[in-house]
Nanobody, 129 residues
Framework: QVQLVESGGGLVQAGGSLRLSCAAS????????MGWFRQAPGKEREFVAA????????SYADSVKGRFTISRDNAKNTVYLQMNSLKPEDTAVYFC??????????????????????WGQGTQVTVSL
């Protein structure tokens, strides 16, 4: 099975930046589709960003497009979420997720939680005014 460990969360003022990291186990990380989701108190978990295997095409929620960047380093088995121009509404627990069969699941929506079989424990991001 795949294990995911997020890090990099913290407290930042509005307009600031954070970079989240997600370290993944597995010998075939380069073939995983990876995603970031977030969940605020009392809210449902929502899609933030995703990056596919291979050519590493990316997808973003409209709310973060232009501010967040997802990337991956296959040599380090790590996916990143660079968050710039943070807003108070970005406050949430951020989770990374993995679909180890991304190369097969070509028709599964990257923004759907059901696509991903493995989840990290989450890291708290708090954006103050």
């Amino acid at each position: 099975q795949v294990q995911l460990v997020e890090s990099g969360g913290g407290l930042v003022q509005a307009g600031g930046s954070l970079r989240l990291s997600c370290a993944a186990s597995g010998r075939t990380f380069s073939s995983y589709d990876m995603g970031w989701f977030r969940q605020a108190p009392g809210k449902e978990r929502e899609f933030v960003a995703a990056i596919r295997w291979g050519w590493a095409s990316t997808s973003y929620a409209d709310s973060v497009k232009g501010r967040f960047t997802i990337s991956r380093d296959n040599a380090k088995n790590t996916v990143y979420l660079q968050m710039n121009s943070l807003k108070p509404e970005d406050t949430a627990v951020y989770f990374c997720a993995a679909d180890p069969l991304g190369r097969i699941h070509t028709t599964r929506a990257v923004g759907a939680m059901s696509k991903y079989d493995y989840w990290g424990q989450g890291t708290q991001v708090t954006v103050s005014l």
